[in-house]
């Protein structure tokens, strides 16, 4: 099935990167790095730590300059600003102690140019609707996770970068995040996760697996 | 349009919840006025010939306190990152984030601002001038603390190193600030300044934002 013709479908991205060399500090993290991400592929990044999962997905998001090579994504028109079309969760939560739930996630939608009133679907698919009016300062960690994810659903974005998106989440938490991410790649979305977990997502998901090495 | 007005409500719900330091600065700017008087002399004609200066320089200190919270509490929890993916160019979220922490750090110093005018003597002409000079002169120090808060967002313990960055660019609008209260060639004073705040108001969000980018980098 072409992910395409479906309903609600996400405007079509696809990510290639080319001899992608990048350095944290004094450390040569990798050289040379090449790999594309088509429409509706998830690109699982593993690795042992510190060996530059982060520092990619970063660098994909533009928050990192590569020290050579290119990080191109194609679908983008000439008057879009790049990265508008994309989501990172990374381990820092970008939530407010003193903000409810609600208006944590009402915030990042306003930020996002996202739907208001996606605010609500989006609490009860993580499972904190029913503490959408607790301050964000009282969640747990796992919680906190979630409440991170949520972000990802108010504004319909094609790109979603990931960064350990199971971490401090529960069995069920980890089920949520394969739901949530086996729908966004059959809307037609791509994703880049970095993960020390297995995601094993239902069978005609085009799955890839890219194992960083110390060079 | 929405992304830059929610910048704006957000940072004023944080500062107006319980536990915020929106009333920190008052209390910090209504100390000086309170102090100074024991330390000067209670000659009424001197504190009122030095109350301009004596204004200003409480209103420089309190928002040098205020200025390290600019970015970091962002910085800290990731949202800084985020907002690179806004819709709105980073610049523009700078620009909203630096009307809110106006209104945050200098409209309540000047609403204060008739303690210190009563406690300094000061005539109630200078005292309407004061707030004139106040309002249109902190604009520019919120500019040129933005850019200080900007280079050392990366530093984890910068806090005073913004103050000590930005206060030589902030001398001018001490002088200017002052000299539009009182003195000779007030008028000409106040309209230095109405230019010293266009201009850093013009230019700071472009180079905090770059100064935000390179940080992270």
Partial sequence: MNPMNTPNALPARTITVSDLTCRRGERLLFAGLRFAVPPGELLLLRGPNGVGKTTLLLSIAGVVRPEAGTIAVTGRGEEDRPGADLHLLSHQPASKARLTVRENLSFWADLFAGDRSLVLPALEATGLAAIADLEAGHLSAGQTRRLAIARLLVADRPIWLLDEPTSALDGEGEDLVIRLLDAHLKRGGIAVAATHHDIHLPPPANVRTLTLVQP | MRAFAAIIVRDLRLATRIGGEALTLVLFFVMIGVVVPFAIGPDSAQLGRLAPGIIWIAAFLSMLLGLDRLFRADEEDGSLRLFRHSTLPLEALVGAKLIAHWLLTAVPLIIASPILAVLL?????????????????????????????????????????????????????????????????????????????????????????????????
Avoid at chain 2, 164 to 178: E, N, Q, R, Y
Avoid at chain 2, 179 to 206: D, E
């Fill in chain 2, 121 to 217: 003597s000061m005539s109630m002409e200078d005292w309407l001038r004061a707030v004139l000079s106040l309002l249109i002169g902190t604009p520019a120090l919120v500019g040129f603390g933005a850019l200080g808060a900007a280079v050392t967002v990366s530093l984890r313990r910068g806090g005073l190193i913004a103050p000590v960055l930005i206060l030589p660019l902030c001398v001018p609008v001490l002088i200017f600030g002052v000299g539009a209260i009182a003195g000779l060639g007030s008028a000409q004073a106040m309209v230095f300044l109405g230019a010293i705040s266009l201009v850093t108001c013009a230019f700071s969000p472009l180079f905090a934002a770059l100064a935000l980018r390179a940080a992270e980098d």
